[in-house]
């Protein structure tokens, strides 16, 4: 009887102990806990306030990385490399690509194309949607124990996406202008959703030169632009010349948060003000 009831004990338990995942950024933890819920525990990566092209793994993260079954990857350079260097401790582990499924766009500046492919695919709401069944599908591989569980809470999270793209829509509604500046490239696809230019300050994220700079000011005053957006993390210097030439303001947005949809919903609310001045 107590073999028959220990055995039950370990069943129920590895049935239902918690799993552990990695995900790159902040966003992306949201993702999954909008999912998962509490059937989880969330590694993440990269911290907040954080230039996600150039950080330092904390050792802390990287044992939690070794102890994940899934790691949600985003597309950005680092995480090949990375992966590599710990291929010898990291062969359980299941990379999932949650940017399958998604045509990314080429990064572009001044009107010029680049070979790299832009990452920033969790700023848009409906590219969101393809993103969460990339993680759904994942969870349910590794936990099927709760795969009703995670369907309807998919469900549940692409109704809300859809209804954040609807109040963002109509936040834009009556814009005079549809180009704004921006220090690091990140808001491309937001930008293509909502029928919006994105004219970044960062070039191949670097400072941009002298003459790049000129020209930005140009641009802003010949566009009458008021606001310059700068994120945390990034350097502020090139976007401050910006504003103080062409008299705008500086607004920081959070393209890194994990409370992603009210920092979303909070700079599309920035960003449509500014584009009815």
């Known amino acids: 009887m107590f073999r028959f009831l220990f055995s039950l004990f370990l069943l129920t338990y590895f049935a239902y102990a918690k799993g552990v995942v990695t995900v790159s ?9 909008k999912i998962a819920k509490d059937t989880v525990d969330i590694n993440v990566l990269i911290p907040p306030n954080s230039d996600e092209h150039s950080f330092e793994l904390k050792p802390s993260v990287i044992k939690e990385l070794e102890k ?4 949600f990857a985003i597309g950005f350079s680092f995480e ?18 949650t940017q399958e499924n998604i045509n990314l766009l080429e990064q572009s500046h001044n009107g010029h194309k680049h070979s790299a492919l832009d990452t920033h695919i969790w700023l848009d709401p409906i590219l969101v949607k393809v993103q969460a069944q990339n993680i759904t599908n994942a ?11 995670y369907e309807n809470n998919l469900k549940v999270f692409h109704d809300e996406l859809d209804s954040i793209d609807s109040d963002i829509k109509k936040k834009f509604q009556g814009i005079k202008n549809n180009k704004f500046i921006v220090y690091h490239p990140s808001w491309s696809y ?3 959703r909502y029928e919006l230019m994105q004219i970044p300050v960062q070039i191949n994220n670097k400072e941009p030169k002298a003459r ?3 020209r930005l000011i140009d641009i802003a005053k010949g566009e009458n632009i008021k606001v310059v957006f700068i994120q945390k993390g990034f350097s502020k210097e090139a976007a401050q010349t910006i504003a103080k030439e062409c008299n705008a303001r500086l607004e920081e947005i959070d393209h890194l948060s994990r409370d992603w949809k009210n920092e979303l919903l909070k700079s599309a609310d920035i960003l449509a ?5």
Not at 68 to 71: A, E, F, G, N, T
Not at 273 to 277: F, P, Q, R
């Open 139 to 149: 969870l349910i591989k590794h936990y099927p124990q709760h795969k009703n569980f």
């Open 190 to 192: 937001f930008a293509k």
């Open 273 to 277: 003000y500014s584009l009815k001045e």
């Open 68 to 71: 994940s079954d899934i790691y």
């Open 212 to 214: 790049d700079l000129q």
């Open 25 to 33: 950024i902040p966003p992306q933890a949201f993702f999954v806990e």
């Open 80 to 97: 090949e490399s990375l992966l590599k260097r710990f291929k010898n401790t990291l062969k359980h582990l299941d990379i999932v690509k």
